[in-house]
């Protein structure tokens, strides 16, 4: 859990994070909002599982297709060493 400033914690309420810090700051504080005082395991696991699946969404939609194209321009890597390894 980042330490972010108070300052930055209150521009989070009318602006986007801008940076690793204040972005993990404030999915953090909307896991712990829908929480709230109810720590039950049915509760905390819809955290977990909300969080996985965005996280697995993120990564199809725009991790994955950018890495794609990096390994289009720049050579594929794991082909390239694998290559290698069998040569």
Known sequence: MPYI?????????I?????????N???TREVIAYIGRD???ERLN?????LEACKQEFYRR????????????NGDTYWN?????QS
Do not use: S
Request: glycine residues 4%; hydrophobic residues 50%; aromatic residues 8%.
């Open 5 to 13: 400033t108070k300052d930055a914690q209150n521009a989070l309420a």
């Open 15 to 23: 602006r986007v994070p801008e940076t690793a810090g204040e972005l």
């Open 25 to 27: 700051w404030a999915l």
């Open 39 to 41: 720590y039950k395991y």
């Open 46 to 50: 819809a955290a977990i599982g909300a």
């Open 62 to 73: 725009i991790v994955a297709p950018y890495e794609d194209a990096a390994a289009r321009r």
């Open 81 to 85: 060493i694998l290559n290698t390894l």
